[in-house]
């Protein structure tokens, strides 16, 4: 497909759900709204800097970097929105020397059909798509959420149950990376698995960074917590005083304790959708609301 053709409200190649030239205003939030272990995100923007900065440099080097950073963890732990966050960080940080390209990658956006029709676009976005895109422009992040779909473990996919199709789509995006980072060395290549354990060795083992998003702790809980009361609250003005009372939201916060971050941070909107007073008046939610609200989570859990 002719790139020309990429733009705001183009038809993107199959897999391509989004082309973003960063940094934008609108790309401000995501970073700072995911609570992280301290020194991660840290050390994510280092190694993200220095594959963008550096790579055609350290690619003269002996065990030159990949241009592949890898997030994993369960579902609802902010992988896919810290990367986001992350592209205009990176951005932002990279401004003067020039603009960014965000690609966001979906493997199920894929053709899946049985003739080899999916493994072939994908060693085409490798080969042709994105070393068009990564031209234009002096910096380029691509993001390929939810990995495990494309680089299915091969060792143990079994033949019965994955067709060889399955097998073929790993082979194309390990060929598609290493060809990648032959001809553009200066891309990072952005990868979310919620499931490591079923992404193929060899695609770990090209990862210059592996970072784990684990489920949040209670005091991130109650962090979360009081972010979207707070932020409820400049909403429906009734909610004022909920994010400051330290009792409850340490009561909510162990009612929640196991769960991801995601269903943490719906914790507001549940309690405002549990009966159609509170939905009409969501400034009327009220302590005991929540707590059935949290209970109800936990208990669908
Ligand atoms: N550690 C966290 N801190 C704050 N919010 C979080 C955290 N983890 C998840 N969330 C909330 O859950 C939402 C969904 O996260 P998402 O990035 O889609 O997770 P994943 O890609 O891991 O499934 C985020 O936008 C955020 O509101
Ligand atoms: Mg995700």
Redesign the pocket.
Known sequence: MALSSVGPAANYPPGIVGVHALPADHHEGPWE????PPGLKERLLGTSLLILRHGRALGQLNGAPHGLVLLS?P????????CQGLAQKVALALAPRGATTFVEIDPHAFPSDMLGEGPRAVLRLFSDTLPELAARRPHTIVLVDEIEALAVRRSTASFETNPVDVHRATDALLSGLDLLRRTCPQVLVLG?T?FAAAVDEAFLDRADLVLR?GL?DRD?IAE?LRQTLAESAAVFPGLAGLADDGDLVADLAERLDGL???RV?KLVLSAMGSRPELALDPGRVGADDLRAAADAERASA
């Open positions: 709204s995911i609570l992280t963890g579902p609802g732990t902010g992988k896919t929105t810290l979310t919620n998003l949040p991130t979360i991801d971050g995601r941070r």
